[in-house]
């Protein structure tokens, strides 16, 4: 039974039907508090998640990139506005963990997007979470799985600097008309042994004038706001290692056109 609602749901998001939420839930759903920016960093980002169609964050630890994105698209979810949510990852930097793991795919890749779904859970409970990751609604899978699927309604992509060139373009190609994409990654902490497909994207667009379709922000350690020690530890490791802005010194700052989901969805 629970396999033919996930198909019925999936034929459903496929033609386009919009999620019905049941009249009980309409007050739970208007009650929803806003997001609040806490500095000028996340003002941008709120902006630019309800704004354009992909937008890409290139920021340390701390920021708010996690809260950001996936508070932003679980308020969608919640209300009704968007009828899936995909997270995924690249698979580098998990070693052999992965398959060590017991369970299925989903129950090994859960420990690695806990940043995300802990801030679904924090704005919603467990129990809304619980019935959207049961009834296919949210979905985690490996960066190297989305070959092959479509982006209908929200797809944030964590760690993107792990990323390979051809995952980038592969991800980027699946965002449908109507889709969004929210990339978070930090160059700083690269941990492939070639380019990583974050940077190959900045040049690429650049290169080949395709800023209309996409949105970048860069923060840097000045917009931390998980604490203080949190920030002195970032800017200590900036001191040891080099200029806080070294990261993103050579890479072009992209700012396309708003692409207007109140279009689409209405009135955030």
């Given at each position: ?10 034929k459903?998001?496929?033609a ?7 009249p009980?839930?309409?007050?739970e759903r ?5 997001i ?14 309800n704004?354009?169609?992909?937008v890409v964050?290139l ?5 708010g990139?996690?809260?950001l ?12 506005f ?10 580098v ?7 060590l793991?017991?369970g ?13 779904i802990?801030v679904f859970?924090?704005?919603?409970g ?6 959207a990751?049961?009834s296919g ?9 989305i ?8 797809c ?8 390979t060139?051809?995952e980038?373009?592969?991800?980027i190609?699946?965002?449908t008309?109507?889709?969004?994409l929210?990339?978070?990654?930090d160059?700083?902490?690269n ?5 990583s ?11 080949h ?7 970048v ?5 000045d917009?931390?706001v ?12 900036e001191?040891?290692?080099g200029s806080k802005?070294?990261a993103f ?5 992209i700012?396309?056109?708003?692409w207007h989901?109140?279009?689409?969805l209405?009135?955030?």
């Open positions: 039974m629970a396999s033919e609602r996930k198909v019925t749901r999936a459903k998001q496929v386009g039907d919009v999620r019905k939420i049941k009980k839930f309409e007050e208007k009650s929803i508090a806003p609040q920016a806490k500095n000028d960093f996340q003002r941008k980002v709120l902006k630019a998640l704004n354009a169609q992909i964050l920021a340390p630890a701390g920021v990139k996690s809260l994105t996936m508070g932003t698209a679980s308020d969608w979810y919640v209300k009704g968007v009828n899936k949510i995909l997270i995924t990852r690249p698979a930097g998990m070693g052999k963990t992965l398959g793991l017991k299925d795919l989903a129950s090994k890749f859960t420990p690695y997007l806990m940043p995300l802990e859970i924090d704005r919603h467990r129990g809304k979470y619980d019935t990751l049961n609604d949210l979905e985690m899978i490996p960066l190297e799985y070959r092959g699927r479509n982006i209908n309604d929200v944030i992509m964590d760690e993107a600097q792990n990323s060139k051809e980038m373009f592969s991800i190609t699946r965002v008309e109507k889709g969004r929210f990339i978070i990654g160059p700083t902490q941990d492939l042994k070639q380019e497909g974050l940077v190959w994207l900045m040049d690429f667009v650049a290169k004038n395709l800023q209309e379709h996409i949105e922000i860069t923060a840097t350690s917009d931390i998980r604490g203080g020690m949190c920030k002195s530890f970032v800017k200590a490791m001191r040891e290692s802005t070294s010194a050579n890479l072009p700052i700012y396309g056109d708003q989901i109140e279009q689409e209405g009135s955030l």
